[in-house]
């Protein structure tokens, strides 16, 4: 492996980094602070507060097709951050980034469940991808404004669901400049069949808190190929159970069995349960009954079952009944 030598200089004095870092983040920082911006970025802030998209127009006119704002938007930020780069060449941009072969993300605010991104697509890179055979539903709302190149989608549509299986049909849609794209995820699900070149978009996303996990589905017959939790505070929730659980902390019983037994994600009702059995039968098969109880619970149904199928083949469960 050759390492430059001023790459290498930097093992022993990352000064000249941390200069060009912090030059980087000034330059950004002025950019931010322009009037427009410090508009758009207040707007995604009361976004995520609630409301309408309308509620709130500097944000707004990014999506509105006959508005010119989002170009402009998108030509100021590259501007000002690939000068910055060209005299900083060891710093990078301060924006929380993603980029695989196919697919480039730049973060451009984010408050609360609502995201602000440029997005680009290499169609030579998703060529290169196998064809998808599933469709996911998120709860999120998604505003998605082309700003170049041409794309030919696909836009997948969720109708009646069954626990283990749902309805799907599908339409093909043509992506060009201006387009623009707006669904409710839980419903909708749109995937790039090819693009020309490079496709580059302004996207804005917003999650819905307690609307339900993501579900994924197979393309030929519509059966349910994946759940996950609908959000990210789920997720850790859900991780650190796990945990407590492996690691036999039946002190953490009691927690689990409240989440199971209050309002909350569905899901992580279930999986609080599950733990909380399988770290300290009795706290979890009380917790079970409880909900079981429960009439107005749409687990109540799962839980009677289980906990029928539990005294069934545990018969000693019954002295906790």
Known sequence: MIIHPELRALRDDDSPQRIAQEALVARVSAWRDQPHVTALLGAVRGFAGGGDLADHPALARMFDPACGEAMQLARELAGETCAALAENWLGHAPFRHF??????????????????????????????????TTADFSPSQVWERVLAGKARAVIVDRGATRPDRADLSASDVSLVPGSLIVRDARSRH?????????????????????????????????????????????????????????????????????????????????????????????????????????????????AGALRSQLIESYPQLKEIA
Do not use: K, N
């Not at 451009?108 to 991104?117: D, H, I, K, N, Q």
């Open 190 to 302: 749109m995937r790039l069949d090819s693009v020309e070149g490079c496709l580059v978009s302004l996207r804005l996303q917003r999650r819905l808190p307690d609307a339900g996990p993501t579900r994924e589905y197979a393309l030929t017959d519509g059966a349910l190929v994946h759940q996950a939790a609908g959000t990210p505070v789920d997720s850790r929730t859900e991780l650190m159970m796990a945990l407590l659980d492996r690691m036999g902390r039946t002190d953490a019983a009691p927690a689990m069995a409240a989440i199971a037994c209050e309002d909350g994600s569905t899901p992580l009702r279930w999986q609080a349960l599950r733990e909380c059995l399988s770290l300290d039968t009795a706290t979890g098969f009380s917790a079970l009954g409880e909900v079981a109880r429960r009439s107005y619970d749409e687990l109540a149904a799962a």
């Open 99 to 132: 980029t695989d072969d196919a697919i480039s993300t730049l973060q451009l605010a984010r408050s609360g469940y609502v995201t602000l991104s440029l997005v680009a697509i290499d169609g030579s890179g998703l060529a290169r991808r196998p064809p998808a």
